[in-house]
């Protein structure tokens, strides 16, 4: 009878608990099991979260900090634990390497796995995932402990343009200028190679209007003829590629194959594709993408889209002004799919475009180091999101195969347990791993 009592005890409790956190707005400390809505909910108690600041607020002494950690993972040797995860023939990505450095592994995560984590339901867990990975790496190579990622909050350039923001420059304090010099806009500052997808330097140009067709097909050429020839280079799939679960099951029910992380010598790639494999879109068929979301964008500014060169002629600025982040914003609670496929089709592509060569073909677009400042940023659009409702806190949505015509893919739903793959420098997590920046393990930190 006692038992019968506390038990009951232990319900009414725990109800109460579900009841009094939808009505805060920050995180509280909860059971673990608890849940919103099926969702679970932030446990929000770890100790001494790394603090992620904005550019501009960092002090000099920091920003050159940030900058020499950079250097420092240039130098650093070719992990040789890094793996292929989506095989080359879908991922259009040459094999490892390994004669590279640890920043072009850092690269080759980024590429290896874009099929999977842009344009589908994972694009904001593994980038989340991935920008804390990297910031623990540059923590190993001097970046105060204390510190996060800093952030770059386009926001506050949107007037004077993206390319006049204080980090952009040749000064120690500065991570190199918005455009290079020369025809191939060279970053001279970098006298580096970086390896992906084949040996080259750094470049860099800043474009007002990234999406009018001149600029587009002058980029985009110069991306393709990047892609050919690693295709060409590039016929058969790595030895040691190791595949996310959720493609293994899917192969395994196609094939009856038994589960296998490497294919063996000679083996044909065909031989684990799987039914609903990823397509890999192209920089036309990305464009295409981003120019649906600038449409939804406009249309929302305008209430109607009028003509198609109204769209092609905005500019990055536009897409990371106020009214696009209110728009982002608008996204009702709970409502992680409209709210995923905003923050990644605008703001995130925006001021991506707005800054080619090689950030117009995504795979390799963190050989710049701005990458993580931009992410970091889109990151904390997420959190922010998150932050305003106990609905949004465990909120995920989309698909696991990219698509031409749907933002957040298609094929199987992401899940809690779909896996993030690290590419064999870092643990892979779960998504549920990932979905509380302050819930200890693997993650800690902090915006300012
Ligand atoms: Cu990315």
Not at 13 to 41: F, H, K, M, N
Not at 132 to 152: A, D, H, I, R, S
Not at 195 to 222: G, Q
Request: net charge neutral.
């Amino acid at each position: 009878m006692r038992a019968k009592q506390s038990l009951l005890a232990l319900v009414v409790i725990a109800v109460l608990a579900l009841l009094v956190v939808p009505g805060s707005s920050t995180p509280s400390p909860t059971s673990a099991d608890a849940t919103v809505a099926g969702r679970p909910v932030w446990k929000g108690n770890c100790d001494n979260p790394r603090v992620r600041k904005e550019w501009r607020t960092l002090t000099r002494q920091e920003q050159i900090s940030f900058n020499e950690a950079v250097q420092c993972l240039k130098r650093k040797p070719h992990d040789s634990r890094l793996r292929t995860v989506a095989p080359s023939h879908l991922s259009g990505v040459p094999n490892i390497n390994p004669k590279s450095t640890f920043w072009d592994d850092l690269v080759y995560v980024h590429a290896t796995c874009t099929p999977l984590v842009h344009f589908t339901g994972l694009f904001l867990a593994w980038h989340r995932l991935f920008v804390y990975n990297v910031e623990t790496e540059l923590q190993n190579c001097g970046f105060p402990k204390n510190l996060g990622m800093p952030y770059w909050n386009w926001t506050l350039d949107y007037k004077d343009g993206l390319d006049k923001a204080p980090l952009w420059g040749t000064e120690p304090w500065q991570i190199g200028p918005a455009t290079g010099t020369g025809k191939n806009w060279i970053v001279e500052e970098f006298p580096e190679m970086v390896a992906y997808p084949s040996p080259h330097r750094i470049s860099r140009r800043y474009n007002r209007h990234p999406f009018r067709k001149s600029v587009e097909s002058e980029v985009l050429t110069s991306s393709f003829a990047a892609n050919s020839k690693v295709a060409a280079t590039n016929t058969k799939v790595a030895n040691n590629t190791v595949l996310p679960n959720h493609i293994i099951q899917k192969a395994k029910e196609q094939t009856g194959h038994t589960r296998r992380s490497k294919l063996a010598k000679g083996e044909k790639p065909e031989s684990i594709k799987p039914a609903n494999q990823p397509k890999r879109l192209s920089p036309s068929d990305l464009a295409k993408r981003f120019s649906t979301e600038e449409k939804a964008f406009k249309g929302s500014l305008s209430q109607k889209v009028k003509e198609d060169d109204e769209t092609t002629n905005m500019t990055g600025e536009e897409m990371v002004s106020p009214e696009a982040i209110r728009w982002v914003f608008e996204a009702r609670d709970g409502d992680y799919e409209t709210f995923a496929q905003r923050v990644e089709g605008t703001p995130h592509v925006a001021a991506h475009e707005s800054f080619s060569i090689h950030n117009l073909d995504i795979n390799y677009s963190p050989e710049s180091s701005h990458f993580y400042l931009h992410h970091c940023m889109v990151e904390q659009e997420w959190y922010s999101w998150q932050k305003r409702s106990p609905l949004n806190q465990g909120a995920i949505g989309g698909k696991q195969t990219q698509s031409e015509h749907e933002g957040l893919g298609v094929g199987n739903a992401v899940t809690y347990d779909t896996i993030l793959p690290m590419a064999g420098i870092w643990p892979d997590q779960k998504v549920r791993d990932v979905l509380d920046p302050r819930g200890n393990a693997p993650l800690c930190y902090e915006y300012q």
